[in-house]
């Protein structure tokens, strides 16, 4: 039988070395309660992790915007080293499978990119407190009046994806919807930031609709057109899914927006 002196010492024995362990060890997570969210950044809203896991296996669709809850989180990941972890690990899936590929040489193999928030990001203006990282509804003047000033930066890996595929023989093709009213600034923002040069860049005309009909559409006429769509590449699950779809699909993360 431990006396009440014996007791205390195992006591205060086993809270120093349940102190020494957390300070050792200061990102344990219980398994019910974890308190790390993206970057080993804490966050109180953890619901919106699991939102954010819906939106990237399209679980969660046709919603409108980021929940108000989930606007902090939207913008430590966007802004932080776990989104640019995860495109970078998509760019580099994506440069193992192309490498492997068995090229025909005649110029027909592409790679098919989307632009927005794929190749070109948007950050600079979704992280406006008049957008708040989609937890505000969406301003199309305001978007494309940001679209006209063509200052988007490229999406680091997916820049770095896009060189080796054209060293690898690849021609790259930018299918985006965005309107052929933008095509000016759209060639400008892509040259500025290291994407010269392309087989096609493919904008939206008038009336062509949105989404999976108008992707579908563009690259059966690439397939048509002789063109053997060898990668396809998008932010969107609308920018990978229907017809003509290529021969892998790789997609980018994106919490920000939904486009069906």
């Keep these: ?7 205390m010492a195992s006591t205060l024995l086993f809270l120093l070395l349940t102190a020494t362990t957390a300070i050792a060890s200061p990102n344990i997570i219980h398994l019910l ?16 992790l699991s939102w954010r896991l819906a939106v990237e296996t399209n679980n969660l669709q046709k919603w409108t915007q980021v929940p108000q809850a989930c606007e902090d989180y939207i913008g430590h990941y966007m802004l932080g ?13 994506a440069y193992e499978y192309a490498k492997a590929l068995n090229l025909t040489g ?3 193999d592409v790679w098919v990119f989307d632009i927005d928030e794929t190749t070109l990001s948007n950050l600079p203006y979704y992280a406006r407190d008049t957008v708040a990282f989609g937890a505000i509804p969406f301003n199309s003047t305001a978007f494309n009046a940001w679209v006209v000033e063509a ?21 790259i093709v930018f ?11 759209r060639v400008k923002n892509l040259k500025a930031v290291g994407y010269t040069t392309w087989e096609k860049l493919i904008m939206k005309g008038v009336g062509e609709g949105s989404g999976v009909v108008y992707k579908s559409k563009k690259r059966k006429e690439l397939e ?34 939904y486009i069906g």
């Design 1 to 7: 039988m431990h006396t009440p002196t014996q007791t």
């Design 81 to 93: 080293k776990q989104y640019r972890r995860d495109c970078d690990l998509v760019a580099a899936e």
């Design 224 to 257: 048509e057109g002789g063109y053997r769509i060898r990668g396809n590449m998008g932010d969107q699950w609308s920018d990978l899914l229907g017809s003509n779809a290529g021969d892998r699909t790789f997609k980018v993360p994106d919490p920000m927006y």
């Design 33 to 48: 309660r974890p308190h790390s969210g993206s970057g080993g950044h804490k966050h109180s809203n953890l619901n919106c």
């Design 175 to 185: 299918l985006t919807g965005s309107e052929e009213i933008y095509m000016e600034a």
């Design 151 to 171: 200052t988007a930066p490229a999406i680091p890996g997916s820049l770095k994806l896009y060189k080796k595929l054209l060293k690898l023989g690849l021609k």
């Design 106 to 108: 005649d110029g027909k």
